[in-house]
């Protein structure tokens, strides 16, 4: 197993810095970023919708009340 890894020197590993790789640092990061603020645009315009949701259930809801106490029932 040491003959295996006897080839890797350790004191000549070291990562170079290149133009190229601070310029995919830079793209990959700003796609992160785009992806997160869509994503929380996303998630605050499902809140609105749902908050708008639950309005039109509870005033439909807050309508058949009302008519219902206008008209009762026959069966009484």
Same mark, same amino acid.
């Given at each position: 197993?040491?003959?295996?890894f006897?080839?890797?020197?350790?004191?000549?590993?070291?990562?170079?810095?290149?133009?190229e790789?601070?310029?995919?640092?830079?793209?990959?990061?700003?796609?992160?970023?785009?992806?997160?603020?869509?994503?929380?645009?996303?998630? @605050?315009?499902?809140?609105?919708?749902?908050?708008?949701?639950?309005?039109? @259930?509870?005033?439909?809801?807050?309508?058949? @009340?009302?008519?219902?106490?206008?008209?009762?029932?026959?069966?009484?």
């Amino acid at each position: 197993m040491t003959k295996l890894f006897s080839y890797v020197k350790y004191s000549e590993a070291s990562f170079q810095m290149s133009n190229e790789y601070i310029a995919l640092l830079i793209i990959t990061t700003s796609i992160w970023i785009l992806l997160w603020l869509g994503y929380r645009k996303n998630k @605050i315009n499902d809140e609105n919708k749902m908050k708008e949701k639950q309005a039109r @259930i509870k005033a439909k809801t807050e309508r058949r @009340i009302k008519l219902e106490s206008l008209y009762p029932s026959k069966n009484k």
